[in-house]
């Protein structure tokens, strides 16, 4: 289980698309917890940690001494995290479910390229992190808005490209 994601050949497709684009800006996103916010898995996942990966710390605030077996700690995983094989498409499918409603959908041709069926924006999404295409604010503000609905959203960057002269 996997899900496509962009590469920098999308990447740069759409930076030359901004810097192409009279009047064009790019905001950049990223959305805390993506991985983390995902439902329960349909089936559960487990893993064993070595007891000396594990910080005294972490062992004495957990309570974990006594779960200790052979060496190891197992863990029962029950939503998506990072690392998680099919955290990724989890992730893209619960935020795909989310936006077709709000108008936002793949493009079909290049993974991770997303677009608005009536606004003129498009982005691509990089793990947690979304590269906005607009040329009108209120349109970035719309996807925000949106994506703020399902996750926190912290804006790295806002002003790209560098105005022109």
């Not at 997303?114 to 607009?134: E, N, Q, S």
Request: proline share 6%.
């Amino acid at each position: 289980m996997s899900t496509k994601t962009a590469d920098l050949t999308t990447a740069k497709i759409l930076i030359n698309s901004v810097l192409s684009t009279p009047k064009a800006k790019m905001v950049v996103t990223d959305l805390k917890d993506f991985y983390l916010g995902t439902p329960t898995l349909e089936r559960y996942e487990y893993m064993r940690i070595p007891v000396h990966m594990l910080p005294k710390k972490i062992m004495d605030l957990c309570k974990l001494w006594d779960l200790v077996h052979n060496g190891y700690v197992y863990v029962e995983i029950r939503k998506g995290m990072h690392g998680l094989p099919q955290a990724g498409k989890l992730a893209n499918d619960r935020l795909q479910k989310f936006l077709v409603p709000h108008g936002y959908s793949p493009t079909n041709i290049t993974a991770s390229l997303w677009k608005h069926k009536t606004r003129p924006i498009a982005f691509a999404l990089v793990v947690d992190d979304f590269a906005i295409k607009y040329t009108d604010k209120s349109d970035a503000d719309h996807l925000l808005t949106t994506l703020e609905q399902m996750h926190v959203c912290t804006c790295l960057l806002y002003t790209f490209p560098i105005p022109r002269h």
